[in-house]
């Protein structure tokens, strides 16, 4: 690939907002293994080798297994997954996917139904600051090292 502009040199302050966020996500009430399962999973959906790699590893540090990681592209076949990780594991793809047909009010209500609605707002929170990430690390071929 081809090196691309680095935002965070070019705009400091775009990555200091965004890091805004990871400091208020760091905080919310999911927990730790969701929060990096909705970073996988829409990382993945996003085709983010950068953010895949970074959050796969940080949730294996989590105590999140290997088994389950590499299940996560499969969730909805796999038994692995309690009902409230495949409630917002279907949230993050619909938020992730949401041009093709918005947030349905099925999941919705799932979702709101096992979080309530506090954390369900944290829940889409975090969603919609990992398909921010991707986007910037896509767009600009970011690679891990």
């Known amino acids: 690939m081809k090196k691309r502009i680095d935002i965070n040199r070019l705009e400091p302050n775009a990555c200091k907002a965004m890091f805004g966020l990871e400091k ?30 970074m959050h796969t590893e940080e949730a294996l540090k989590q105590g999140e297994t290997e088994q389950r990681i590499f299940a996560l592209s499969a969730w909805k076949e796999s038994p692995l997954f309690s009902e409230t990780e495949r409630a917002v594991l279907a949230l993050t793809e619909e938020i992730t996917l949401i041009s093709a047909n918005g947030l349905s009010s099925e999941i919705y209500d799932v979702v709101l139904s096992v979080l309530g609605e506090k954390t369900l707002a944290q829940a889409i929170m975090q969603i919609v600051t990992i398909n921010a990430w991707n986007r910037m690390a896509v767009a600009t071929h970011m690679i891990h090292e």
Do not use: P
């Not at 760091?26 to 993945?44: H, V």
């Open 24 to 53: 208020y996500l760091g905080g919310t009430e999911l927990k730790a293994t969701l929060k990096e399962l909705i970073k996988i999973r829409a990382s993945q959906i996003n085709g983010c080798a950068y953010c895949i790699q």
